[in-house]
């Protein structure tokens, strides 16, 4: 059974960092690349970053603007965001998905980050 | 960036058909855009319903059907039941770009 199970979310004072992780189990993680999305409270769905299955080929969305880094760890079948310098603007729930190609095949089931003083 | 704009809300009655559409700030929606939908159901993390326009997964009710549509990618539910309410998104590709979710329809059944 596919799982993507994400973590590392959590309560930050603005201008803080957090990493996210998303745990992979159930297929070959080191064969798909894989996306990040985050959810506003009450808003929709935007797109965050995506990354290729060595790892070598990174994207991002505009507002991230140097600010977040996604990685991955083969050998662990896990995801990485590294978010830094966060603003309220990026409280939100971010969802990992796997990405049989073109497909968007499976979502995680999101890990919530509140930037607040 | 482009915008996406889906309709912001849709009542269909049980049974019924309705038809979400998505459309781009760039110009005629096409199946270069790679259209994709989703569906979010309350407390929820969304589901991939249709990808490269009208490709199903195994998991979505044959009632759902996507394709384009005056210019638009369409979403069409045929015979809705109670347990289609929910929100749906579209996503489209844009060469060279990112990505570009619409904002996103709220379907009721009532």
């Known amino acids: 059974e596919v799982q993507l199970v994400e973590s590392g979310g959590g309560l930050v004072r603005p201008g803080g960092s957090l990493r996210l992780s998303c745990e992979a189990s159930?297929?070959?993680?080191?064969?798909?690349?894989m996306y990040w999305v985050r959810q506003g409270p009450g808003k929709g769905l935007v797109y965050v970053s995506r990354?290729?299955?060595?790892?070598?080929?990174?994207h991002y969305a505009d507002f991230v603007k140097g600010r977040f880094t996604i990685s991955r760890d083969n050998a662990k079948s896990t995801l990485y965001l590294q978010l830094t310098s966060l603003s309220a603007e990026d409280t939100a729930v971010y969802y990992c998905?796997?990405?049989?190609?073109?497909?968007?095949?499976?979502w995680g089931q999101g890990t919530l980050v509140t930037v607040s003083s | 960036q482009a915008v996406v704009t889906q309709e912001t809300s849709l009542t269909v009655s049980p049974g019924g058909t309705v038809i979400l559409t998505c459309a781009s700030s760039?110009?005629?929606?096409?199946?270069?855009?790679?259209p994709y939908w989703f569906q979010q159901k309350p407390g929820q993390a969304p589901r991939t319903l249709i990808y490269?326009?009208?490709n199903k997964h195994s998991w979505t009710p044959a009632r759902f059907s996507g394709s384009l549509l005056g210019g638009r990618a369409a979403l069409t539910l045929s015979g809705a039941q109670p347990e289609d309410e929910a929100d749906y998104y579209c996503?489209?590709?844009?060469?060279?770009?990112?990505?570009?979710f619409g904002g996103g329809t709220r379907l009721t059944v009532l």
């Open positions: 998905i796997r990405d049989e190609p073109g497909t968007f095949d499976y």
């Open positions: 159930g297929f070959a993680f080191k064969t798909y690349w």
């Open positions: 990354i290729n299955t060595d790892g070598n080929i990174t």
């Open positions: 760039t110009g005629a929606v096409t199946s270069g855009h790679y």
């Open positions: 490269d326009m009208r």
């Open positions: 996503l489209l590709s844009y060469t060279g770009a990112r990505p570009v």
